[in-house]
């Protein structure tokens, strides 16, 4: 699997994705939320290592915002290499995450 | 085993002697009845200490003295003369020629042993002192050698980086012949470049040696592309296994993008870094937040970086402590609001400027530490980067495929023709946009052109699942249909044109409405942002993007 999870500093949720984070990973990226402790208060999506991203990739982190709207989170995607951060902004995807 | 010539024309004497040297323990004993062979014998046995006879027939005591002491320059040989004078002026010409000491005729065997004890003494000692200093002469040859060595494979791994001599103005002085302080620089896959300056603990040969390890990962890993953060965590546990526990690096590690005006930094202990706009203000300060390398083990490691923003002709400046610890006589140290303030109030243009104001302010004192400074003036690196026409073989690439439903079901099409194209002269740098409006068309194509998936289904969060089981299931079923792709490279124009046709029935795609909600609908506003021209043909079954780079 080239998606890893960790808790950071007992309230974050941190998501590592891959080289290429696209719609080959979307059951992947779904299960990495899927199973988080109670005490999560914040998910950040680490994409140090992603290179590659499409728009299915977009849909897949505003997807896991419907899906965990039930509860109090901060949003962050962190590490974006220079070609993924414009294809946020492009999106506008501040609007919606912190981007770090 | 300590051995004595006896030098004297009469038999009578050497047999005098030699019984008074045996009696005492001196059992080697060698005797020579005149001068000349005296001399012989000298050079054949290189004895220990030697009595000689002042009046001989032939080549005199006088006269075979300075001989004798030939033999033996670098160490002590005495000579003793027999003598049966004892005028002043004799004895002083004994000694002018070489002589360390008298033997008075008739002999008394207490005194001449007590005499060649007390030159023996010195004659071990000269020797003892001449094997030191040989051992002493070869370990400096054996050490010189050394640093030769590493000198050179030092050289070697700081190979000149023409990156660095083409896009920073760098200035780097060693305090000794080694430097403790490593300045790399290397162009990063996608364009822009990764600078490392680091300054070790100490100086000279042993923090030089910690310098090779870091400057081969270093240039491997940004050749690679990989994050700051990656390289920092990889060069920290590099460290940590090569040097000693009091040994450590402060490093600094820098991207730049290719716009250069976008920084990624991880800083463990160096000076701040700034970044000045053209009017001479500080538009960022980038503090240390971290342990230099070489000092967490891996899991404690920090990793977090920071990014900063800057316009196209700022200055970024990053160097090593020796600058700041610059100290001025009355006004002491100019620490890092000193140098800030010059970099704000002056137009420095040159690493080389601050090295000169920092020798005016410490009035002639030399400096104590190595001293790095690099300054970098951001401006895209691929204006600069445009390959020399003369130099590069610029040919135009055209190719086509048609992708039958068996090849459609691999999802790493997209990593097949990204990695094709990277080959071509200029389409590295911008890899990472092809994959996207490559994955964009291909997926509009597979999704909305052969199988028919709507969508609005994306809307919600189950059909966002749904959509994606459905899109799995209809390519598997799929067993008719194609799609074309054609690519059309043209390296002096600088563009590349992606054609992407499906056998389907034609699919508009809607505009997104409210970009921030809606979970579909972004595909197509890439590909207008990333390319020149968007081209939607043939009733919806054909898409042409023209891409520049």
Known sequence: MTINTAVKNGECWEIQLGEKFDFSVVTDFREAYSDMPASIKEIEVNLTDTLYMDSSALGMLLNMQKVLAGKQLRYVISNCRPAVARILEISRFNKKFDIV | MFQI?????????????????????????????????????????????????????????????????????????????????????????????????????????????????????????????????????????????????????????????????????????????????????????????????????????????????????????????????EIAAELNKILLEFLPADMFCVACIVEIAPSGTRFTVWNGGLPRLVVRDTLGNIRHKIESRHMPLGILGTHEFERNVEHVDAQEGDRLLVYTDGLMESTHPELGGLGEEGVEKWFSEHCLTSARAFVDLASEYRQGQPATDDITIVLYRCEPFRVINEPDINSVLLVPF????????????????????????????????????????????????????????????????????????????????????????????????????????????????????????????????????????????????????????
Not at chain 2, 65 to 94: G, H, M, R
Not at chain 2, 152 to 175: G, R, V
Not at chain 2, 430 to 454: C, M, Q
Not at chain 2, 535 to 544: F, L
């Open chain 2, 5 to 229: 010539l006896i030098v004297d024309d009469e038999y009578i004497n050497r047999c005098m002697l030699r019984e008074m040297l045996v009696a005492a323990g001196y059992e080697d004993v060698i005797e020579a009845g005149d001068g000349q062979s005296a001399l012989e014998m000298a050079q054949e046995h290189t004895p220990d200490m030697v009595l000689l006879d002042v009046m001989m027939p032939g080549l005199s005591g006088l006269e075979v003295a300075p001989e004798l002491k030939k033999f033996s320059p670098d160490c002590y040989l005495p000579i003793l003369f027999i003598t049966a004078l004892d005028d002043q002026a004799s004895l002083v010409k004994c000694l002018d020629a070489g002589g360390d000491d008298f033997i008075s005729k008739p002999f008394d065997s207490v005194v001449l042993i007590a005499k060649i004890k007390a030159h023996e003494r010195s004659r071990t000692m000269s020797l003892e002192l001449a094997e030191k200093n040989e051992s002493l002469f070869w370990y400096r040859q054996d050490v010189e050698r050394n640093h030769r060595i590493v000198e050179h494979i030092f050289a070697n791994a700081m190979a000149e980086s023409e990156t660095l001599d083409k896009h920073f103005s760098y200035y780097i002085q060693p305090e000794t012949r080694f430097n403790g302080d490593v300045l790399l620089c290397e162009k990063s896959p996608v364009g822009g470049a990764y600078l490392f300056v680091g300054d070790f603990t100490g100086h000279g040969l042993a923090s030089a040696i910690g310098a090779i390890p870091v400057a081969k990962a270093f240039t491997a890993m940004a050749k690679k592309g990989l994050a700051v953060e």
């Open chain 2, 398 to 549: 055209k190719t086509e495929m048609v992708l039958t439903n068996q090849h459609l079901k691999h999802t790493n099409v997209a990593d097949f023709i990204v990695q094709k194209l990277s080959n071509l002269e200029g389409l590295e740098a911008i890899r990472s946009e092809v994959f996207t409006v490559i994955t964009e068309l291909l997926n509009n194509a597979i999704e909305h052109g052969l199988l028919k998936l709507d969508s609005r289904l994306k809307d919600s969060s189950e059909g966002f699942e749904e959509y994606y089981r459905l899109r799995a299931e209809r390519l598997e079923q799929l067993t008719m249909g194609h799609v074309k792709i054609s690519l059309n490279c043209e390296p002096i124009q600088r563009l590349l044109t992606i054609s992407v046709f499906d056998s389907g029935e034609g699919y508009i795609a809607e505009p997104v409405v409210d970009l921030s909600d809606d979970t579909h609908g972004r595909g197509l506003l890439l590909l207008e942002e990333f390319c020149e021209s968007v081209a939607i043909e043939e009733g919806g079954r054909k898409t042409v993007v023209t891409l520049s780079f």
